[in-house]
């Protein structure tokens, strides 16, 4: 069966290294890209956040522009040094809200994963994630979401760390897109519990037997700090250890939203220069 891959792109720099990124991490097998590029009457993100019109002399230039980008980019695929008889690709331009068009793109097309930049045309060093990749992160909920740092290597990751407080039953299903990732890359999954307490409860421990059952045909090892801060913990670990992707589940909490909106994950986000693969609780 194909993969249906989406890779937003606003023609930045980042966006191209997360193509590529996409294209390595699927080499092997027949998958179909969906490259997204969405334009707005405006060029900037409270324009953007505005309802745009279209019909204006602004929404022809800039629909023509996003048109022009993106045939250049399927000619760089197609011609390039990319091209790979198991890959298609396909454009698609639209003139919407970049949230609104990518929950459009991945219900319509059925796609199973989004693969795109941390930041885009407004790249600074010091901003981290940009503001888009934490949108969707947090408001695209019926999909995985890979996000790719520049830095990051174009190469099959080998170590997978995936942070947890074993507090929540893991389900298979919301691990699925971990697990494909670890096998054919053949990573390892680090399982990173940053403790609170000098033991597991008898639920924490229900849970890691859980996770044992849905990693088992996966390689996996344990690894438990003590540290006051989670933050602190998963960027000195994954720093020390040069991992190459760093795997959540992003909890959906009944007052409070998502947990992207808290300032610790987004600050874990800000830190990281490798890929984050945010997966979603299915139960909400």
């Given at each position: 069966m194909k993969h249906k891959i989406l890779l937003p792109t606003d023609f930045s720099d980042n966006a191209w290294h997360a193509i590529q990124y996409a294209i390595e991490l699927f080499k092997n097998e027949d998958t179909?890209?969906?490259?997204?590029?969405?334009?707005?009457?405006?060029?900037?993100?409270?324009?953007?956040?505005?309802?745009?019109?279209?019909?204006?002399?602004?929404?022809?230039?800039?629909?023509?522009?996003?048109?022009?980008?993106?045939?250049?980019?399927?000619?760089?695929?197609?011609?390039?040094?990319?091209?790979?008889?198991?890959?298609?690709?396909?454009?698609?331009?639209?003139?919407?809200?970049?949230?609104d068009a990518i929950k459009e793109v991945v219900d319509k097309k059925d796609i199973e994963m989004i693969i795109m930049g941390t930041k885009g045309e407004t790249y600074s060093r010091t901003a981290g994630f940009g503001s888009t990749a934490i949108y969707v992160m947090e408001k695209v909920r019926n999909c995985p979401v890979i996000v790719v740092p520049k830095e990051a290597p174009l190469a099959f990751p080998k170590e997978i760390v995936f942070p947890t407080a074993f507090k929540v039953p893991f389900k298979r299903r919301e691990l699925v897109y971990l697990t494909d990732i670890a096998k054919k890359s053949n990573a390892t999954v680090v399982v990173l519990h940053v403790k609170e307490a000098a033991e597991?409860?008898?639920?924490?421990?229900?849970?890691?037997?859980?996770?044992?059952?849905?990693?088992?045909?996966?390689?996996?090892?344990?690894?438990?700090?003590?540290?006051?801060?989670?933050?602190?913990?998963?960027?000195?670990?994954?720093?020390?250890?040069?991992?190459?992707?760093?795997?959540?589940?992003?909890?959906?909490?009944?007052?409070?939203?998502?947990?992207?909106?808290?300032?610790?994950?987004?600050?874990?986000?800000?830190?990281?220069?490798?890929?984050?693969?945010a997966m979603h609780d299915l139960r909400n």
């Open positions: 179909d890209f969906y490259i997204l590029n969405v334009f707005s009457a405006g060029g900037n993100i409270v324009d953007n956040l505005m309802n745009p019109q279209s019909g204006t002399d602004l929404y022809q230039v800039k629909k023509e522009e996003s048109e022009k980008g993106l045939a250049q980019l399927l000619d760089q695929l197609i011609l390039g040094e990319h091209s790979n008889p198991n890959h298609q690709f396909k454009v698609l331009s639209k003139f919407s809200h970049t949230i597991l409860d008898q639920d924490q421990k229900a849970n890691k037997a859980l996770l044992e059952e849905i990693l088992g045909d996966t390689k996996y090892k344990y690894h438990t700090l003590s540290h006051h801060s989670v933050i602190s913990a998963v960027n000195l670990f994954v720093e020390s250890r040069e991992s190459d992707m760093v795997a959540f589940i992003n909890k959906k909490h009944r007052f409070f939203g998502s947990i992207l909106s808290s300032p610790l994950v987004k600050e874990i986000t800000f830190h990281l220069n490798v890929p984050i693969l």
